[in-house]
């Protein structure tokens, strides 16, 4: 499943994006933005990032996102989840150290692929191959 989502998706909702380019969040979405793919900045605390408009939800974005990339405390997952589902998103993706058990599996039992505890930009690196 990993590799067919890394292979296949082209959008990518980064909830949770940081300004602060030490945090991890930050690189990784500058990373999937080298690497060719379209990267909404979710947080309703941005009004940009790198020159693109960030967005207070999922429910803001104006394209159908292929992956929502989650970089929120465990605890705001459910929420998460929620409005993904909303959305129609094609997957929720957990990022290291990003564990909701319930989340994923509401979000797993509305259809979504769901990826838990991995970093989307290192399996990118590892199926693509792009540095």
Known sequence: ????????????????????PERPSHGVARYLVSAGLTVYPVNPALTEWEGRPAYASLADVPEHIDIVDVFRKPEHVPAVA??????GAG??????GVINDNAARAAAD???????????GVEHREVVGWS
């Open 1 to 20: 499943m990993i590799e067919r989502l890394v292979r296949e998706s082209r959008v990518v909702a980064v909830v949770g994006l940081s300004a602060n």
């Open 91 to 96: 997957a929720l993706w957990l990022q290291l």
């Open 110 to 120: 509305a259809g979504l692929d769901v990826v838990m505890d991995r970093c989307l």
């Open 82 to 87: 929620a409005e993904a589902i909303a959305v």
